[in-house]
Structure formats: C-alpha cells, structure tokens
C-alpha cells in the first residue's frame, strides 16, 4: 500500500489538533512536517514546542523534513519528541555520509531530500546503502500550493533503478503539487510515499480522509 504523508504545513494552524484528529482511523498514514528556517527557505514553520504536543495527539509516524540551513543543530535537539524518520536536504551539508550516521544514532529513519535540480547523480551509491528514505521535491521548496514539475518523474525512475539493481528497500517520496491526476504516474515511477498538502486539505475536515484514499 503506498503511505500518503499530509504536509501539515498546509493544515489550519489554529485549529490543528481537530485537523490531525480527522485522520485517526487511516492506514498507511505518515505526517509530513516541513521545518523551515527562513535562510535555507524563505519561510518559517514550527518548532519543537508545536512537535512535541503533536506527537501526543496521533499515532501516526512523523515525517520530519528539514529545509534549514544547518540540519546537524538539529539532530539531537529534535530527538526527544517521537519523531520518526528525519531528513535533510543533500544540498546543504558537506559531509553527507557522516550526517546520515549522527541520525540513524537517534532516529528509526533517515532520508536525504533532493530539490528538483539537483540530479540524482550527485548522491555517491554507498550512500544508498545506509539511508530508508530519499525525498524527491517535485517543487521547489519553501512554500506550499506550488505546481508539479513534471521532470522529477525521470529521477523517481532512476532511484527506483538505484534500489532494484543494489536490492535495497529504501522509500522513494515524493514531495510537491500532488493530486489524484498524477499520482497515478508516481507510483508508477517508483514513488512509496506521497506526500500531499494543498490537494488534502483545501477542503472540508470532512473530505480529508477521501482524499487521502483518492491518492491510492
């Protein structure tokens, strides 16, 4: 079953404990948490305070992916609160190798996030070997409600050959303008996790969980 990942970023805020609420009773359900910066991104979401009282309203894996700046600040400070699967963006680290064993210290998941330039050649393949999740941004990152770009699906495709041809069962998310017209392709592609924001939750409370399943 492919996991759908709301972004929270694009839930109601003030009211944002009734929107995690309303997706209880799902299966196959990560929430997706944007964490932004404002230098990596121009843009800030929350922090640790809004995380950690998340994590004691759901169940549901929680899917950090980090747009900062600095994501080895991070690591430790962050790793008290029940998160999941932590990520950082390849392009802002040095030493990409190193940060990915600081992580699978303290968390259950790591993932390496690429923005839509950034090919999938760039990524060593040893590093495939120690990492569960690799985050394709089919937008570019900072803000939500953005439109697909369709050249991702040719990288979806090459990391999906990365996994096979080593027999590796890392995800493949992906991240940015999804709706239930190109889903479909995603998975198609390779993609296991879809991560959906603006599709899931413009509209009612009500219809959110439709969404979700429209996704599959």
Not at 118 to 142: A, K, Q, R
Not at 145 to 165: H, L, N, P, T, Y
Request: proline letters at 5%; glycine letters at 6%.
């Amino acid at each position: 079953m492919t996991i759908i990942a709301p972004s929270l970023l694009s839930a109601d805020f003030l009211n944002l404990q009734r929107d995690v609420e309303h997706f209880n009773a799902a299966k196959d359900l990560w929430f997706h948490l944007d964490l932004m910066d404002g230098h990596y991104v121009p843009n800030l979401t929350f922090g640790k305070t809004v995380l950690k009282d998340l994590h004691k309203v759901t169940n549901h894996k929680l899917d950090a992916h980090l747009m900062v700046s600095n994501p080895q600040d991070y690591v430790e400070v962050l790793s008290d609160i029940g998160i999941h699967n932590f990520t950082f963006h390849w392009e802002t680290v040095s030493h990409q190798d190193c940060l990915v064993r600081e992580i699978k210290k303290l968390y259950p998941s790591v993932g390496i996030s690429l923005n839509p330039a950034t090919p999938i050649e760039m990524i060593p393949t040893y590093i495939f070997d120690h990492i569960d999740l690799l985050l394709i941004m089919s937008v570019n990152p900072g803000f939500g409600g953005q439109s697909f770009i369709d050249g991702v699906i040719d990288k979806i495709k090459k990391a999906k050959k990365i996994r096979d041809e080593r027999n590796l069962n890392f995800h493949i998310q992906v991240d940015g303008g999804i709706n239930d017209k190109n889903a479909p392709s995603l998975v198609a592609a390779g993609a296991s996790i879809l991560v959906a924001g603006s599709y899931i939750f413009n509209t009612t409370p009500s219809e959110y969980l439709r969404r979700v399943n429209s996704l599959r």
